[in-house]
């Protein structure tokens, strides 16, 4: 296909199709829609994080004025789904049992939803909420992962793992071993959550909702309420943020099905931030042990890494906290393990880098201490145990540029001047320290369906159902379509977000380009191939009887061998017909399976300390990737901006602090849990080392979302050891650890 974005008609640093809309307010998001008659539904949260419901009276709030409904588990609607019996619930996504919001009086976790007020406004929705009384009989609740260790259970995605020899790093001259612990974390997206939901027939129902996948969320709404595809619409073209936390249906808008159900109302349902904090998942607190042996050249003979994860009371929530272990370096002896711990809390869920961004901490601050153990550079150290194929199954890499990772990110950085003892550096007053890690997260692809027209104004329409939660993933796409049509970028149209568009996978797991974009490439080849195979067939002119692999697109032009020219426009003129339209399912190659698929980051640090106060403040940052084939080099660049001041924000405040006499968030606003804001953020550079994987996908391209996430707060705590030589293996990195 040649080198994508070399043309004048597709740059590859496009502004976002959707800009204009999102910056001018036009952009409708889940709670702006506005649908005739909506009421709002306003919910009614426990005061305990364990036991039952003895009474709920709700007699006040039904009196009062402009309440139309007050939905609970004493008088929800018949839900099909849920009402079967246990043997027909199965939920193959899920292991364990969903949350079912309004089923009956047991309690899981705290401020879980227990009734929801319907009223013509919100107001008097949020005054009635205030009415509902309730009673419980109360147990204790254990939310404290550290003291329910021996309570820990194994899921099924998360089986023990070895290769070679268990004991290996027993005998190693130098070893190191430790233990690393981090928070519950927070999405906290600008955006809370949402949904309008309105029942056009007891049989038909259209959402209208934040969801990272309308596909996953239409098929879980069918699957709950028995519906067919076609009575189930799920519209979500804009998304203000999720990183995870828009990947399933989550309690507020099954009350919102719910309650409109009940209600014979449009209802809208939109949670409040402290809301946000418990029904919409969140990272899991983990503790991890981690042993490291080597040679005393540095060379690895053997690590193990046993996880524990939270997980909730009723699903068995596991992430890939372990993978990076297995996977990263070049050591013939590893095993991990990893076990869930069931806390009295809502189910965590995937969040940005998922288990990888926690398992790295761990990985990657080990890594550098055994780098101090063994008076080695930390990154002669990684290059020592360099991986040059996968160790976790022996098949190459389908493209690894680590090393260049490595390389750029140490010349742009100046690794080269960092003096390698602890406290020996300062600049203005202030401890100076360097840290670096490495991060590696897996480039999957999914199949994909896209439709693409070519209408007889010469525009081009393509269709499907991905998500855009915020890379520009729209951008993308029309870029995409652009390149492969040979058209001026400005004439493409794309429309995602809807689940009647041809269905997509779920925008997560850094696969939205590789799959969804694979898709559009593929639609827009099939529809080439069937407007040559028209022209071809077309009697009396110059295409007539070619060959259709003697028919190619260039320039907007639709050339044969011979240099015969005509415009697109022209030849659906020529055809008699207003468009022509071709969807294609778009699959992972067989030739992927023999090929080990992974994106890779290093990252460079550097952080000042205060020598009296121990107030750390990032200084510098570089981080080098490869993503493979940078598509556009801004919404790129942003997405690493992005996952930097996340990664600042877990190394150095993030923590949900819950008091677990109570199992209750005690930080659940922005006053209290410490996100990161400007003054925080030091200068960035990213680096892209922009080369294509020739497997993945037809574009190059590799994940890109999640990598740059994976490995940066070790390397914040690495700087943080550097300046002070206190090492702080509990995340965050707060003044009373450094004290």
Known sequence: MGKFFERPLVPDDLDRVEGKEKVTGT???????????????????????????????????????????????LNRPKIPFWDNPPEQQDNKRVEGQEFRVFFDDTIYFDRQPIALVIADTFERA???????????????????????????????QAQDYSRGDKDALKSAPVKIEAQYTTPFQVHNPMETHAATVVWDAPDKVTVYNK??????????????????AENVIVHSPYVGGAFGSSSRVWPEEMAALIGAKKSGKPVKVMLRRDEAFNMV???????????????????????NHEAFGSTSQYEKFAERIVDPTKALYNCANVSTSYRLVPLDMSTPCWTRGPGETSGSFALESAVDELSYALKMDP????????????????????SNYLKECYESGAKKF???????????????????????????????????????TLRSNGTLLVQTSVADTGPGSATIMTQIAA???????????????????PPAPGQFGSQTTASTGSGVYDAVKALQKKIAGMLSGKQG????????????????????????????????????????????????????????????????????????????????????????RVINKKTAASQVYGSMVWGTGIALMEEGILDHRYGRYVNNDFANYHIPVNADICHVDVLFTDKPDPILDPMGAKGLGEIGLVGFAAAVANAVYHATGKRVRDLPITLDKLL
């Not at 309730?134 to 194994?154: C, G, H, M, V």
Request: one cysteine or more; aromatic letters at 8%; charged letters at 25%.
């Open 126 to 156: 949020t005054y009635a909420a205030s009415l509902v009384k309730a009673t419980y009989k109360k147990e204790s609740p254990s939310t404290n992962i550290k003291n329910n260790l021996d309570k820990a259970l194994t899921a099924k």
């Open 211 to 228: 969801t990272q996948a309308t596909k996953i969320a239409q098929q879980d709404i069918m699957r709950t309420f028995g519906l067919k």
């Open 27 to 73: 952009a409708s998001y889940a709670a702006e829609y506005d649908v005739p008659g909506v009421h709002y539904g306003v919910l009614v949260n426990s005061s305990i994080a364990k036991g039952k419901i003895s009474t709920l009276n709700t007699r006040e709030a039904e009196r009062s004025p402009g309440v139309v409904a007050v939905v609970t588990h």
């Open 414 to 452: 100046g690794w080269k001047n960092r003096n390698p003892q602890p406290k020996s550096m300062q600049k203005d007053g202030w401890l100076l320290g360097m840290g670096m890690a490495a991060g590696i997260y897996h480039a999957g692809r999914s199949p994909a369906t896209v439709s693409a």
């Open 541 to 628: 002119w110059a295409f007539s009887g070619l060959p259709v692999e003697d028919i190619s697109f260039a320039d907007e032009m639709i050339v044969d061998k011979n240099g015969d020219k005509v415009s697109y426009d022209d030849a659906l003129k020529e055809l008699s017909v207003k468009e022509i339209k071709a969807e294609f399912e778009s699959k992972p190659t067989e030739e992927r399976e023999q090929y080990s698929g992974y994106s890779f980051a290093a990252h460079f640090v550097e952080v000042l300390v205060h020598p009296e106060t121990k107030m750390v403040k990032m200084n510098r940052v570089v981080c080098a990737v490869d993503a493979g």
């Open 281 to 303: 998942g969140y990272r899991p607190t983990s503790v991890q042990r981690i042993s490291i042996g080597a040679q005393s050249d540095g060379t690895m003979t053997g690590i």
């Open 483 to 501: 390149e492969a049509m040979s058209i001026d970028v400005r004439k493409v149209e794309f429309q995602w977000g809807h689940s009647t568009l």
């Open 379 to 398: 990154l002669e150290l990684r290059l020592k145990n360099f991986a040059e194929k996968d160790p976790d199954n022996g098949k190459p890499w389908s």
